[in-house]
């Protein structure tokens, strides 16, 4: 979240809605986990004390990263491992959407409508400050999205790069 919606809401840690980790796994690897959390989205978690960015990943990873300054490290880590989904903010002018995702992911899904997040506790916690995307990396990841969109579980446009 950014500064103005972590001010409003008083923290920083927002959950993923289930039903899209519920979609579009299984994951092996969530590397942006919460240290407390309501439901697993993936096999393995990691959190902030665990510092996944420093860690060797594996397998298919679900990220939604720290919003901000940090989205950068975090897309930059998923893009080097090339199999895996992250759910970050439509900022299609960024320096993190030019150096990590034009060019680089192999496929975007711009959800339709803005996302609501939930609190640690699972609880939603409203509409998000902007539109949300999701970003995949490696065929796995393309399969995972179409999967989700045809089901009719998520919605949105995909766009193949």
Do not use: Q
Not at 92 to 97: G, R
């Amino acid at each position: 979240m950014n500064n103005f919606e972590f001010a409003k809401k008083g923290h920083d840690e927002w959950l993923t809605p289930k039903y899209i980790t519920d979609a579009l796994g299984p994951f092996d690897i969530d590397p942006c986990s919460p240290i407390n959390r309501p439901w697993d989205t993936a096999a393995l978690h990691w959190n902030k004390e665990d510092d996944g960015l420093a860690r060797e990943w594996a397998g298919f990873v679900w990220m939604n990263p720290p919003y901000g300054r940090e989205t950068s490290k975090w897309m930059f880590k998923l893009h080097s491992h090339g199999d895996g989904i992250a759910l970050i903010f439509v900022r299609t002018e960024t320096a993190t959407f030019f150096k990590y995702v034009w060019g680089k992911a192999s496929a975007i899904l711009f959800l339709k409508g803005r996302l609501s997040f939930c609190y640690v506790n699972g609880e939603p916690a409203g509409a998000a400050g902007a539109p949300s995307c999701l970003i995949a990396y490696g065929d796995r990841g393309v399969e995972r999205l179409e999967a989700a969109l045809s089901s009719g579980t998520l919605k949105g446009h995909l766009v193949h790069l």
